[in-house]
């Protein structure tokens, strides 16, 4: 592995930042009528990160998982102290290399599959050196 490409971990001491959150929510439909009204602030960290000791942030590499919004470029949040469950998006290590892809389970096995039908479907027991690293449980990315 790449020792530059290895992720940090987020420091266990972290210092809360509150940005404002508006009292109204935003129609993603039709308009309504707009207040003025600034509630509670929130913190990411404590809305984006449950675990501090075991998450981090990864870049995204490549367009594999598209189809799940997630996109080139795209920062992800990364908790390793989850359970990799089928149906749950995945970094996994193999050969050395991460990937990101949905950890899935048929009649064969466990198998990684991209949200891209331009990628194959990645047969776990094909693999020989094969590591679930960690469950993505945000993707942040610009409009």
Not at 21 to 41: K, Q
Request: charged letters at 20%.
């Amino acid at each position: 592995m790449d020792v530059q490409n290895t992720p940090l971990p987020l420091r266990a001491q972290r210092r809360p930042l509150a940005i404002p959150l508006a009292g109204e929510r935003v129609a993603a439909g039709f308009p309504s009528p707009a207040d003025d009204y600034v509630d509670v602030g929130i913190d990411l960290n404590e809305q984006l990160i449950r675990h501090p000791s075991s998450t981090f942030f990864l870049r995204v590499s490549g367009d594999s998982m598209i189809g799940a919004g997630i996109h080139d470029g795209d920062l992800l949040v990364v908790d390793r102290s989850l359970n990799p469950r089928p149906g749950r998006i995945v970094v996994a290590i193999l050969d050395g290399a991460f990937t990101l892809k949905r950890l899935m389970r048929d009649q064969r096995g466990l198998h990684l599959e991209a949200a891209n039908p331009a990628y194959p479907c990645l047969d776990l027991h094909h693999c020989t050196d094969v590591q679930i690293w960690g469950v993505a449980v945000h993707v942040i990315h610009p409009l």
